[in-house]
């Protein structure tokens, strides 16, 4: 199975920010919309990805660096102060468990689906994980309906 098997069943729907999106408005985005991330984009092009874990990074360094002094307030924080630069990004055509691994060994929980310089989608490790339960399943079925119908 390829990323844009995976692509065409999730479907495209992409939620993005700029870097100078206010952090507070792209959390809520993600939370409205019961998503881990956002696609960063400037003038057209992929500059970031902004995913809770980033968040809470950037959060915690906030707090941190408030114990040491006087901070900016955090409504003042940008995504661009707290997206992911440079994200791991995958093609259409990359097969599923060479992404899953990929994804394992880059600690990686969402990864943009690029076409030179289209994006496509995001593909989360749940929906890596879904496609793979599914295609298991289906296996499954056919497997036993050989078995079930073995010639005597």
């Known amino acids: 199975m390829q990323v844009k098997e995976v692509l065409r069943i999730k479907g495209s729907t992409l939620f993005t920010a700029t870097p100078d999106t206010p952090l507070s408005e792209g959390v809520m985005v993600m939370a409205d919309n019961d998503i881990g991330s956002l696609v960063v984009m400037s003038g057209g092009k992929l500059v970031g990805m902004l995913t809770f874990r980033e968040v809470i990074g950037i959060l915690a360094k906030r707090q941190r660096e408030r114990r040491a002094g006087p901070t900016p307030p955090i409504a003042e924080i ?59 399943n289906f296996e499954n079925r056919m497997l036993k309906g050989y078995i079930k119908n073995w010639p005597a």
Request: a negative charge.
């Open 78 to 136: 940008r995504v661009g102060e707290a997206m992911q630069v440079d994200p791991f990004v995958t093609h259409p055509e990359m097969d599923l468990d060479e992404l899953r691994s990929q994804m394992v060994e880059r600690h990686a929980r969402y990864v943009p689906v690029m076409e030179g310089e289209t994006l496509l989608g995001v593909i989360s490790f749940h929906d890596v994980a879904r496609a793979v339960l599914e295609e298991k």
